[in-house]
């Protein structure tokens, strides 16, 4: 049950919508969210390690449980050999019997409690790896579905930049036909309008691609008859600044990041691992209780059965088992010491990556701003470059350069975007926050 509800919070946490079936019904960000909870592959891998240790615990649970077993026998003995006195003093030619025990394990050198409480721990531990898997499959869905918007944006641009190339060919090739162009400035309008059919092509290829491994990030499975008519994926590429300071981006990564509190519960069962092989030096003490009932030695009549009770207690002890203890302790202590190092490491890890996100960020906002301010002045330049055109005053070829340079800019400001989109996602993975709020 506390699985489960863990469960439940953890994608709550995260989104509140729900997807339908398919994801080519409605394709937003949120959605294929949504949809990579229930279908990641990775997701569900983490999923089933949890419930597998549900099952550990169960397992060794039933170790302090009471234990009940209902055991039977039965032979037939051969008459010759009773007659030639092989089994003496007995006419019973059948021998069978049954018996009911209930056994309780009273004492157990601590190891069984240890061991729950190690894969209480274990189960914990899967948790947090399941956060941590959830943490980066939001990672890569976002990143998938920007790479698939980013493709479908510059679609766009490069149909803007075919149909201005179109209609400066229509009016070179009016003016052509009226004489008052060269053929050179004709067959330049030709050339410029082909050069940019490859560009949008590859943009249409891209998009294909950014779609088909979006899909398979999610863990969607398109039929062949699928057809992608550019209406599945939709947004924006447009973002809000993250507020951030480094030292609460750290704070929050320390405290929030998953892969930390998986190490930390994974410490404390490898601690509960040493008591547990230390409990391999002492001894284990249970008492039973049992009914039986069987046949007679001396008679085959079945009215000659006995029964009774028999009560007792078992103990062991392991005097001497070859030193086999004290070489798991020395594995449980080195596996511990080996869990704290990893930790260690994985701070210094941790460390680094929020401070790269924070330089990616930095990197992506100054680069937005640079290329929406070199847009604004491409775009300028193409409209004097038009009016001077049409007054006869600038050259075809300073046009088209012009329409290039507003193309590029185009193309840069979706990148930038995209980048910044693109650390904003690593850096609230970073700090261990994939929600939507991750202004620090």
Do not use: C
């Not at 240790?53 to 039933?62: D, H, K, L």
């Not at 050999?81 to 059948?94: F, H, K, M, Q, R």
């Not at 929020?354 to 409209?383: M, N, P, T």
């Amino acid at each position: 049950m506390k699985t489960k509800i863990f469960l439940i919070t953890a994608l709550s946490a995260f989104f509140s919508a729900q997807l339908s079936a398919s994801p080519g019904n409605a394709s937003s960000l949120e959605e294929l969210l949504n949809y990579a909870m229930e279908n990641n592959i990775a997701i569900l891998q983490a999923k089933e390690a949890i419930e597998e240790q549900e099952g550990v615990i169960i397992e060794i649970t039933s170790n302090v449980l009471p234990n009940a077993n209902l055991t039977g026998r039965y032979s037939k003995t051969d008459e010759e050999l009773i007659a030639g006195e092989i089994i003496p003093d007995s006419g019973a030619t059948e021998d069978w019997g049954v018996s009911l025990e209930v056994s309780q394990l009273v004492y157990s050198g601590g190891g069984i409690r240890a061991a729950i409480k190690a894969q209480k721990y274990a189960r914990e531990s899967a948790l947090q790896n399941m956060r941590a898997t959830i943490e980066q499959a939001v990672f890569a869905v976002r990143s998938s579905f920007y790479d698939a918007l980013l493709a479908k944006e510059q679609i766009e641009v490069q149909k803007q930049n075919v149909k201005f190339l179109e209609e400066q060919y229509q009016i070179v090739k009016d003016r052509y036909e009226a004489e008052t162009v060269s053929k050179f400035d004709l067959l330049q309008s030709e050339v410029e309008l082909a050069n940019a059919q490859p560009a949008l092509i590859r943009a249409r290829n891209n998009y294909r691609t950014a779609i088909d491994v979006l899909f398979q990030v999610i863990g969607y499975q398109s039929s062949s008859e699928y057809a992608y008519d550019g209406s599945e994926i939709h947004g924006e590429l447009f973002f809000e600044a993250i507020h951030y300071s480094l030292d609460r981006a750290l704070s929050s990564a320390m405290e929030q990041r998953p892969e930390l509190l998986q190490l930390d519960a994974l410490i404390k069962a490898r601690e509960a691992g040493v008591d547990v092989a230390k409990s391999g030096s002492l001894p284990t003490i249970s008492v039973f209780g049992a009914w039986d009932f069987e046949q007679s030695p001396i008679s085959d009549r079945f009215t000659d059965a006995l029964d009774g009770w028999r009560v007792g207690i078992r103990s062991s002890w392991a005097l001497f088992d070859g030193r086999r203890t004290k070489g798991q302790i020395i594995q449980a202590r080195s596996q511990l010491r080996q869990t704290e190092l990893t930790r260690r490491d994985l701070e210094l890890q941790i460390e680094v990556q929020v401070r790269r996100a924070i330089s990616g960020l930095q990197e992506a906002d100054e680069l937005a701003a640079a290329a929406e301010k070199v847009v604004e002045q491409a775009e300028e330049a193409l409209r004097l470059a038009e009016v001077r055109y049409e007054a006869g005053t600038a050259t075809q070829l300073e046009l088209l350069q012009s329409q290039v340079s507003v193309t590029d800019a185009r193309t840069n400001l979706l990148s930038a975007n995209y980048s910044y989109l693109v650390a904003a996602a690593a850096f609230q993975q970073a700090i261990g926050n994939s929600s939507a709020d991750a202004n620090l």
